[in-house]
């Protein structure tokens, strides 16, 4: 069985940072696009960034949505089939609660994952 576990959710006041974590099972993550996705309230799921496949331990392409760049990285650890959303100068439309993902296309279109957590709500509040 396929499991996305997020971990590292919270609040954070506006300007801080927080870090996300998703640990992959019942597959192995090395050989899988994974991605990150946000819904707020009352808003359809949108793309965060995304991580391509890789045979290294970590790396592949990287892909953030323009709301996140130069705030957000996406990195992977293979060894430890885990995915990490490091998420810095967070703003309050931020919030929202946060997937991961995993699938076989590097796309930000979520229709090409087929693997979700249950998400972590992030609170960007003062």
């Known amino acids: 069985q396929v499991m996305l576990v997020e971990r590292g959710g919270g609040l954070v006041q506006p300007g801080g940072s927080l870090g996300l974590s998703c640990e992959v099972s019942?597959?192995?993550?090395?050989?899988?696009?994974l991605g990150w996705f946000r819904q707020a309230p009352g808003k359809e799921r949108e793309f965060v960034a995304t991580i391509g496949e890789t045979i290294d331990r970590a790396g592949g392409n990287t892909l953030y949505s323009v709301s996140v760049k130069g705030r957000f990285t996406i990195t992977r650890d293979n060894a430890k089939n885990t995915v990490y959303l490091q998420m810095n100068n967070l703003k309050p439309e931020d919030t929202a609660v946060y997937y991961c993902a995993a699938g076989r296309h590097f796309s930000h279109d979520d229709s090409h994952y087929f693997h979700w957590g249950q998400g972590t709500q992030v609170t960007v509040s003062s």
């Open positions: 019942g597959l192995t993550a090395s050989s899988r696009v």
